[in-house]
C-alpha cells in the first residue's frame, strides 16, 4: 500500500535543476519528520535530507550541501526537495519517507515507492 507520493524525477543534464514532491493523501506530513534518501544501483539508500516536524530544521548531507533545499508547503500537504546544480553522481531513485527526525532508515515508517533521477549529457 503506497502511503507516500514521489513526483518530479526525470532526466536532466549536469547543471540543470529539479524540484521533487512528496504527499500523501494518508498522512498530514506537517506531523512527521520528513526525509529523502536516495539509493543508486548497487548501493545503501543514503540521506540525502531532512526537515523536522516541529520547528521546520533542516539537516543535509554534505554531498547536496548549497545545491539542494528542503521545504514544506502544509497547505499543500506536500514537502519538497530543490535540487539545482546537479551531477551526474546524483543519479538515484529518491524516496521520502515520513517518521521521525533522523538521518537512518529505521528512523522513518512511512515510504514512497521512490522517484527516477538521471544526470546525464
Known amino acids: 500500500q503506497v502511503q507516500l507520493v514521489e513526483s518530479g524525477g526525470g532526466l536532466v543534464q549536469p547543471g540543470d535543476s529539479l524540484r521533487l514532491s512528496c504527499t500523501s493523501a494518508k498522512f498530514t506530513l506537517e506531523y512527521y519528520a520528513i526525509g529523502w534518501f536516495r539509493q543508486a544501483p548497487g548501493t545503501e539508500r543514503e540521506a540525502v535530507s531532512c526537515?523536522?516536524?516541529?520547528?521546520?530544521?533542516?539537516r543535509y548531507a554534505d554531498f547536496v550541501k548549497g545545491r539542494f533545499t528542503i521545504s514544506r508547503d502544509n497547505a499543500k500537504n506536500t514537502v519538497y526537495l530543490q535540487m539545482n546544480s546537479l551531477k551526474p553522481d546524483d543519479t538515484a531513485v529518491y524516496y521520502c519517507?515520513?517518521?521521525?527526525?533522523?538521518?537512518?532508515?529505521?528512523?522513518?515508517?512511512?515510504w514512497g515507492q521512490g522517484t527516477q533521477v538521471t544526470v546525464s549529457s
Open positions: 519517507a515520513a517518521g521521525n527526525w533522523g538521518v537512518l532508515t529505521s528512523d522513518y515508517s512511512y
Open positions: 526537515i523536522s516536524s516541529s520547528d521546520d530544521n533542516t
